[in-house]
């Protein structure tokens, strides 16, 4: 099976790093470990949906 850093699936997904770290110890990413201070996601993996929007569309407001 082919791993992908952090970085690699931010930038896939269209994320920040952060955000891809915050999923993984949510456990939101099925697949992904820890590899000493590093986080691993699977190629495969598919992003999951964003649990802190409740309407179905983001709306930004000041």
């Known amino acids: 099976?082919?791993?992908l850093s952090v970085s690699q699936t931010a930038e896939k997904w269209?994320?920040?790093g952060r955000r891809?770290?915050?999923l993984c110890?949510?456990?939101?990413i099925p697949g992904a470990?820890?590899?000493g201070?590093?986080?691993t996601v699977p190629a495969d993996a598919q992003k999951p949906?964003?649990?802190r929007i409740k309407s179905g569309?983001?709306?930004k407001r000041r």
Do not use: S
Request: hydrophobic fraction near 35%; avoid cysteine.
């Open 37 to 39: 201070a590093y986080w």
């Open 49 to 51: 949906k964003d649990a």
């Open 1 to 3: 099976m082919e791993y």
């Open 20 to 22: 891809i770290q915050r």
């Open 25 to 28: 110890v949510e456990g939101r």
């Open 33 to 35: 470990y820890k590899m």
């Open 14 to 16: 269209g994320i920040t």
């Open 57 to 59: 569309k983001y709306v």
